[in-house]
């Protein structure tokens, strides 16, 4: 039987997609959730690829390459790991905008999915 998800705070979803929104008005003029065919195509190949490239750049900062260092041990930046990952969020953030994805049903689908996921580790991923 499926457990129950935890409660869960105020995520804050709503504010941060509604801020995320502003910005991009304020610093671009644009409104992501407006923008149609190949102007919002650009938007959503550009803001993913900026996601992945922030991303990847989080994976440096923990320096995942065991055989790069001499003693072996990973470098623990946190901070920079912080920043690196804050820009990733910023970035899924405009993707989540320009989809039209409001608080509520983003820590819906959070939810949804934390709890698939959960259930998965219980029971594993048959892929």
Aim: glycine share 8%.
């Amino acid at each position: 039987m499926p457990r129950k998800p935890p409660t869960v705070p105020d995520m804050t979803f709503g504010a941060w997609l509604e801020a995320t929104a502003a910005l991009q008005e304020q610093a671009y003029g644009i409104r992501p959730a407006e923008l149609l065919g190949a102007a919002r195509a650009d938007y959503l190949r550009s803001m993913t690829l900026a996601a992945v490239v922030e991303l990847a750049e989080a994976a440096q900062e923990t320096y995942w390459k065991p055989w790069g260092r001499a003693d072996g041990t990973p470098r623990r930046d946190r901070d920079r790991v912080l920043e690196e990952l804050v820009d990733v969020l910023h970035f899924l953030g405009n993707l989540l905008v320009a989809q039209g994805v409001t608080g509520p049903e983003l820590t819906a689908a959070y939810l949804a999915k934390a709890q698939v996921n959960r259930d998965r580790q219980v029971t594993g991923y048959a892929g």
